[in-house]
């Protein structure tokens, strides 16, 4: 069984419903359609019903069965725009939020979320980055034992499985935001069942070359050692030190990772977004994510180049996430 039968199995259990704030877009109406045929979970789309139906149509995808809410008429806006206006304590006016949630689908979404109207939410096929996180941050929030959130993506082929981070958020992070965000992503490889084995990433392996930059990873790793003495780990490291075994023996003959990672943490969030894609074009893997790790309940951000398989599975990873958790205790 692969990791996407087993979150299948666990996801169609509990049945979550899941919010889909882009219902105009064809990959995610494929992908809708498939997961609430197989029973997996309860999708909703967001959006004008009429439009979202002959849009359907016209692509030859059923959404009979879909649950299809348009926030112009949703009968609990009320409740929603009181909701929000809490959770921003007085940054908000009741005026301004009814606004924010009739205009921008992913806050609609996002407050779904954060009253459990859903479980969690996907979104980006459509939208910026930036036009999914801002809402989470405002309204989910990062969990109280983390600082920030990162983007991580899981990479697919066969039966390999990698995890990189960070390819989406953090853009220059320091050794100490590095820490957290391995730490992070180790928790994230768990929940999908994966034993860690972290390579810090950088252009030096074990003080082959000296700058400010190779001196930030090996101090990151230093850090994510302290907190989990005994987890896999190692940097800082180069690509083919962590990942050929042959090289890892002449490069760092005592690496614990002996050339077998398969977490791998950028040092910046230039090298983890070309990176990835580097891997997902050339080598051919399926890249699940961006998943944005840290908040307190699973919002993920697809990237806009994804197809529907992709879509299907960050949404499977989703309602996983919010099954099993990672760790941390919430708000």
Request: a negative charge.
């Amino acid at each position: 069984m692969n990791i996407f039968d087993s979150m299948k199995k666990l996801v169609s259990a509990k049945n979550p419903v899941i919010v889909f704030p882009e219902g105009m877009s064809d990959r995610i109406l494929k992908a809708t359609s498939r997961l609430k045929k197989e029973g997996i979970m309860q999708p909703i789309l967001l959006g004008n019903e009429k439009e979202m139906k002959a849009f359907a149509a016209e692509r030859g995808v059923d959404i009979s069965d879909l649950t299809l809410i348009d926030p112009q008429t949703y009968p609990e806006l009320d409740f929603l725009v009181e909701k929000f206006v809490e959770r921003r304590k007085g940054k908000i006016t009741a005026e301004e939020a009814r606004e924010k949630l009739l205009s921008d689908v992913n806050y609609f979404g996002t407050m779904l979320v954060y009253t459990e109207k859903a479980a969690g939410m996907v979104s980006g096929a459509v939208h910026t980055t930036a036009d999914t996180v801002r809402p989470a941050l405002q309204i989910i929030k990062v969990k109280p034992c983390y600082t920030r959130i990162s983007g991580v993506f899981i990479l697919i082929k066969g039966d390999q499985i990698y995890v990189v981070a960070d390819c989406a958020i953090n853009i220059a992070p320091t050794a100490e935001e590095l820490a957290e965000i391995a730490i992070t992503t180790v928790n994230t490889a768990k929940a999908i069942e994966l034993e860690p084995r972290v390579a810090m990433l950088s252009f030096s392996t074990k003080g082959s070359a000296h700058s400010e930059e190779t001196e930030k990873m090996a101090k990151a790793t230093e850090l994510v050692r302290q907190q989990m003495p005994d987890l896999l780990i190692d940097g800082e490291i180069q690509f083919d030190a962590a990942f050929v075994p042959e090289i890892a023996a002449r490069k760092a003959p005592n690496s614990p990772i002996a050339g077998n990672a398969n977490v791998f943490i950028f040092p910046s969030l230039e090298a983890g977004n070309i990176g990835y894609k580097l891997i997902q074009r050339f080598g051919g893997y399926d890249a699940v994510g961006p998943i944005l790790q840290g908040l307190n309940k699973p919002v993920c951000d697809l990237s806009r180049g994804c197809n529907e398989e992709e879509v299907y599975k960050l949404a499977l990873f989703t309602a996983a996430s919010g099954i099993l958790g990672d760790g941390c205790i919430q708000e």
